[in-house]
């Protein structure tokens, strides 16, 4: 008969009871759940009911419901008075383009970074994706943007936007395509396909779910920017952000606090809604690019 041999890791693992595993386990997603409302849930709700009292409640912004609601004619007023439609009309001017023209380019370069494999292809990847975290030079854009005549224009806007989140698409992208089947393009270039119809044919209807994570992130980048807006259009055309900072230097919305986070609903409206759209696409796009 052998002896028992004590001590050792399975000791360790033996002394810890089951049920205390079992406990922990179920523990942790409520744990997650309740961060995530602390996270998430307490600025939307502060925003919300903020947005639906009178301006005498909202001095002081709490997390306390309205008295009664007034979020409809806050709404109303903001869009009335604050030049929604106008500024609406420019981000949109803005972010369709730059999305667009990031999407295609970044794609493209990475199908050729992904499949090209030498030191001078890596060198080029790093240098491609070294723009997420060495941040641009603002002086500079201005100053060139100028020399070439753009400084205050919707085109030197999309391309300022392009070329600084080209390189999120790139990073994204690259990942998922070497995941995709090289035998899948080698099929097509049997068949006599040429490298324009092998992208377009086979690898960007494959490319979709991380385009679509790609797209809400440049998106939320583009939409709510007003830093480069600000020192690149200087005014000359208006998008929500800006429009909401201008109105409130202006003193519309000094110490209205109903309207500046009933502007602040009415901008993220339209994110909201692709974000919903889009939802499992984004999900499907992290999972299977970045983190590959």
Not at 43 to 60: F, M, R, Y
Not at 69 to 79: F, G, I, P, Y
Not at 189 to 203: C, H, K, N
């Amino acid at each position: 008969m052998t002896a028992p041999v004590f001590g050792g890791p399975g000791r360790a693992r033996a002394a810890r009871p089951p049920h205390s595993r079992g406990l922990a386990a179920r523990l942790r997603p409520v744990a997650v759940v309740v961060l995530v409302l602390l996270v998430m849930g307490v600025p939307l709700w502060l925003v919300v009911v903020t947005a639906g009292k009178s301006q005498a409640e909202a001095l002081s912004p709490d997390l306390s419901l309205p008295s009664s609601w007034h979020l409809w004619e806050n709404l109303t007023q903001v869009w009335e008075q604050g030049e929604v439609p106008k500024a609406f009309l420019g981000s949109v001017l803005v972010v369709a383009p730059s999305v667009a023209l990031v999407l295609a380019l970044g794609s493209m370069a990475s199908w050729i970074l992904a499949r090209r494999a030498s030191r001078l292809v890596a060198v080029l990847y790093a240098l491609a994706i070294s723009g997420i975290v060495l941040p641009p030079a603002v002086v500079t854009i201005v100053l060139l943007l100028r020399q070439l005549g753009l400084a205050g224009s919707l085109v030197g806007m999309v391309g300022v936007y392009v070329g600084i989140y080209l390189s999120t698409v790139i990073f994204f992208v690259t990942g998922f395509v070497r995941t995709v089947p090289l035998s899948l393009e080698e099929a097509a270039r049997m068949d006599g396909a040429g490298p324009l119809r092998v992208f377009f044919s086979v690898i960007l209807p494959l490319l979709r779910p991380v385009l679509a994570t790609a797209t809400i992130l440049i998106c939320l980048y583009v939409w709510n920017d007003v830093f480069y807006a600000f020192f690149v259009i200087g005014g000359r055309l208006d998008t929500l952000p800006l429009n909401l900072f201008q109105v409130a230097n202006a003193g519309l919305y000094l110490s209205n606090w109903h309207l500046i986070f009933a502007y602040i609903i009415l901008m993220s409206l339209p994110l909201l809604v692709v974000f919903a759209v889009a939802q499992r696409r984004i999900i499907s796009g992290i999972t299977g690019g970045a983190v590959k």
